[in-house]
């Protein structure tokens, strides 16, 4: 990878020092598409209940949790990872059910 593991540097690649807010209360309201903001709220909503976001949501919601809400960027990474790991997993358990139900 061209820029290493300074890709998760809390400066970034390019070295700038950012002051993330560290505001729990506001990353919560931002995971459980309760913002205030509809457009954040539906696409946030959408992800919890059905493990999928188009990619111009995931682009509005992460660009809105890191230049409206000012909270760092590596929170909405690992948010979104593990809703897709758990969207993975559930499609690989009705896969299972599947095929058990076709034997």
């Not at 913002?35 to 539906?42: E, H, K, L, Q, S």
């Not at 992800?47 to 188009?54: A, R």
């Amino acid at each position: 990878m061209k820029f290493g593991d300074r890709v998760f540097y809390p400066s970034g690649i390019m070295g700038k020092k950012i002051r993330w807010k560290k505001d729990h209360l506001m990353f919560q309201k931002w995971k459980e598409g309760r913002t205030g903001v509809p457009f954040v709220d539906a696409n946030m909503r959408e992800l919890q209940e059905t493990g999928w976001m188009s990619n111009r949501g995931r682009q509005n919601v992460a660009s809105f949790l890191i230049k409206d809400m000012g909270l760092d960027w590596r929170l909405g990474a690992e948010w979104f990872e593990s809703q897709l790991y758990l969207a993975l997993k559930r499609e690989c358990v009705e896969l299972l059910e599947m095929e058990i139900v076709m034997m």
